[in-house]
């Protein structure tokens, strides 16, 4: 941080992707505005930065674009029917703390779950709020928004390798000689991640892209699998089934360091080239050559997306992929293994928080005795041991749970927006309103504060201190570049004064002191002080010690030990079923739901940002073949309606020979064109992942477009006017 007459440079992380990018801000403190910004040199980034990193910061100066910044406290006084009323902190807090007391002595800790937040917060108020839901409130119903993305990844690496997070670091990625991409679309998700990939292919890596659309990294790809969407496992089964029946397992790596092969081998021993084939409409050859090239080097690497986790078999996919890289002895050292790569900035950060309902922060288990026994004197409370609620579950246990004393009653939910992230859109809101009490603690006015008995106003990134996890297990800082303006609280202050209000006293001073706790009580993460990630720019864990020689750790499972109990790899997968809902005759298309480059989430922060903005705005995009077009009567912008078993909306067509014959694709960050209102909540069963990325749907013409595009334009202004905004969108 360096001075320049009055102005201020202040460096921080970026709020936009896992990737973690450095920019640098300059400030005029005393007129309290961000005057520049540019990308500087940092772990992941050097000194780049994609178009959010560049433009992302506009919502600070709150243009009011699509939402308006909740600059109050609020409550409904008089019952859900009543208005919210803008009110005083200490009536706001003890509202919302009288409200979750009665809750939870009339239907007991487990009738109540908090989701903490994976965006701007940071890690420390994630700390936070699940040492709040575990010790205060006394559930483990604590859960984020990875269960909605990478949960499937967590479940399905712990049960292999034992760590869910990247094995590799992102700068080793232009290391690889040969990196299988499946179900991976980095140039939308992390555009910075994706001048790795690039790199690497200038060095010479075979790229191997599985998608069933023609992604930028499939454009650059050596072999392009455009298979069957929901097919990834008759994939990864059959270059298995390759690699064994063409001896190219590294026998020496699975002899010292793996287990139970024998289980695995049972099952791919069905999946020849041919067989996976049938399923996932690929050539055998081009099989062969997949599995014949990631297997010729100790530096191929795997990159998955949620392609590969949002399906009800994402978790089999993932162990599938583990598999592979144990098979051909693809871990422990440089440049190789598996990469989970996550999307939203601070989603495994929010996971290393224990933000979760199995784990305490650290991923130590809620059900190992002496863990909770710990985390028991630590906090001077006593806690359960019982696994808590997963957040996709909460529509079950409420619209679908008729036993009052089962239900869930009261829903905290900071920093999230599930009634535009969640699937079937319809049951959520339903689910909503019918929770006993409902508290938002957020930054701008979205669909989810509709639904809200208390708001809690928070400070938004930019606007705070603290630490994010990048995707490769990398803490950085991000800092407070202007004061926030408005009657608002940091995150922590305002769950610590909600905690305090319920007779569990919560008393800090800064953010330092909030992680110098997490820090203690998590082994992987003791060694990673303030001082540590502020003097080299980023620790990635585990680092156990405080002293300076422990800099942290580049790749996980050295010499091939794995973070299993015993250090041994365990081979897993499973035979491919179909995704819950296919194609039929009503609804013969099948929606997948995918990301757009220039927004993040739910829309709210870079939907208020005007360069942003301006790049695309509502109703969104729906992606479908030509033949698929021409069939329908469907021209290229056409205003379409499409519809599913749960719900329909109006968007726009993009006409394009991106996408296959039969399946279109929705980005899922637009309110008219919501593709949740669409999606199913098909659950996987081990992590409870939706499985947005298949359902069945039915796409219409809409003979009077004039009329679409006004329907559009009051639908917009409609939900605008909700989010309190009554100024005109510029053009
Ligand atoms: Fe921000 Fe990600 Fe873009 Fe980097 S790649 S500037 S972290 S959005």
Redesign the pocket.
């Known amino acids: 941080m360096a001075a320049t007459n009055s102005l201020k440079e202040i460096q921080t992380?970026?709020?936009?992707?896992?990737?973690?990018?450095q920019?640098l801000f300059t400030v005029d403190p005393a007129a309290n505005k961000i005057l520049d910004v540019h990308?500087v040199q940092g772990r992941t980034?050097d000194d780049k930065?994609?178009?959010?990193?560049?433009y992302?910061w506009d919502y600070l100066n709150d243009p009011q674009i699509i939402t308006k910044r909740i600059r109050e406290p609020m409550i409904r006084k008089h019952g859900k029917q009543s208005p919210l009323e803008v009110v005083s902190w200490d009536e706001a807090i003890k509202f919302v703390a009288d409200n979750l007391t009665k809750i939870k002595q009339k239907w007991g800790p487990d009738s109540i779950l908090g989701a903490g937040s994976a965006r701007g917060p940071g890690n420390e108020p994630n700390y936070l709020m699940q040492k709040f839901i575990r010790a205060c409130i006394g559930t483990n119903n604590i859960d984020h928004c990875a269960r909605i993305c990478h949960a499937a990844s967590v479940a399905g690496s712990m049960q292999t390798i034992g760590e869910g997070a990247m094995s590799l670091s992102i700068p080793e990625i232009e290391d690889a000689e040969v990196i299988f991409n499946i179900g991976y679309n980095a140039s939308a998700s992390?555009?910075?991640?994706s001048r790795r990939i690039v790199r690497a292919k200038e060095k010479g890596c075979f790229i191997i892209c599985a998608d069933p659309r023609i992604t930028e990294t499939a454009r650059i790809a050596d072999l392009h699998l455009q298979l069957k969407g929901g097919t990834n496992i008759a994939l990864t089964n059959a270059m298995a089934n390759v690699i064994v029946n063409e001896g190219l397992q590294d026998v020496e790596f699975m002899k010292a360091h793996t287990k139970d092969f024998d289980a695995f081998w049972e099952i791919v021993k069905d999946y020849t080239p041919e067989y996976s084939a049938k399923i996932t409409g690929l050539k055998p050859d081009d099989i062969r050559l997949a599995a014949r090239k990631y297997a010729s080097s100790k530096h191929s690497v795997i990159l998955w997306g949620m392609g590969v986790t949002q399906f009800s078999q994402g978790v089999e996919v993932v162990k599938s992929c583990c598999s592979l890289g144990m098979l051909t002895g693809n871990f422990g050292h440089y440049a190789c293994g598996t990469g989970p790569v996550r999307g939203q900035?601070n989603v495994q950060g929010t996971c290393d928080m224990g933000v979760l309902p199995n784990v305490y922060p650290g991923y130590q288990s809620v059900t190992d005795p002496k863990m909770q026994e710990k985390f028991e004197k630590a906090w001077g409370a006593k806690l359960s041991n019982k696994v808590g609620l997963a957040l996709t579950r909460v529509p079950e246990r409420v619209v679908h749970e008729k036993d009052p004393a089962k239900q869930i009653h009261g829903y905290y939910i900071f920093g999230e927006d599930p009634a535009q992230s969640d699937p079937d859109l319809e049951e959520l809101r339903e689910t909503l309103d019918k929770i006993d009490f409902v508290v938002c603690q957020d930054i701008f006015w979205n669909k989810t504060t509709l639904h809200a008995d208390a708001i809690l106003p928070g400070t938004a990134w930019g606007e705070h201190d603290g630490v994010y996890t990048s995707s490769d297990r990398g803490f950085q800082r991000i800092r407070k570049v202007v004061e926030p303006v408005g009657n608002i609280k940091d995150d922590w202050e305002i769950i610590s004064l909600v905690s305090t209000a319920m007779g569990y006293p919560m008393k800090y001073n800064n953010t330092e002191e909030i992680w110098n706790e997490m820090i203690d009580l998590s082994p992987k993460f003791t060694g990673a002080t303030y001082e540590k990630i502020a003097r080299q720019g980023s620790v990635q864990w585990p680092c156990w010690d405080k002293g300076p020689q422990d800099k942290g750790t580049m790749y996980l499972h050295e010499g091939g030990k794995f973070a299993t109990p015993d250090g041994i790899g365990i081979f897993k997968t499973s035979p491919y079923h179909d995704p819950t809902e296919v194609e039929n005759k009503d609804f013969p298309l099948t929606l997948c739901t995918v990301r757009e480059v220039g927004h993040?989430s739910v829309r709210t922060m870079t939907g208020n940002c005007r360069m942003l903005r301006n790049l695309e705005d509502e109703p969104g995009w729906l992606e479908i073949n030509p033949a698929d077009a021409t069939v329908l009567g469907i021209s290229h912008k056409d205003i379409v309606r499409i519809s599913s078993k749960r719900g329909k909306v109006l968007t726009r067509a993009n006409v394009t020979e991106r996408v296959k014959k039969g399946a279109v694709y929705m980005t899922y960050q637009w309110w008219i064109g919501a593709c949740n209102e669409l999606t199913i909540s098909s659950l996987d069963p081990s992590s409870s992942t939706p499985e947005y990325k298949y359902c069945a749907c039915k796409v219409e013409k809409i003979g009077d477009q004039k009329w679409a595009w006004e329907e559009v334009g009051r639908q917009y202004a409609d939900l605008r006017t909700q989010m309190h905004i009554n100024k005109e969108l510029s053009a």
């Open positions: 992380t970026c709020c936009y992707c896992g990737a973690g990018c920019l990308p980034n930065a994609c178009l959010k990193g560049w992302g992390h555009p910075i991640v900035n993040y």
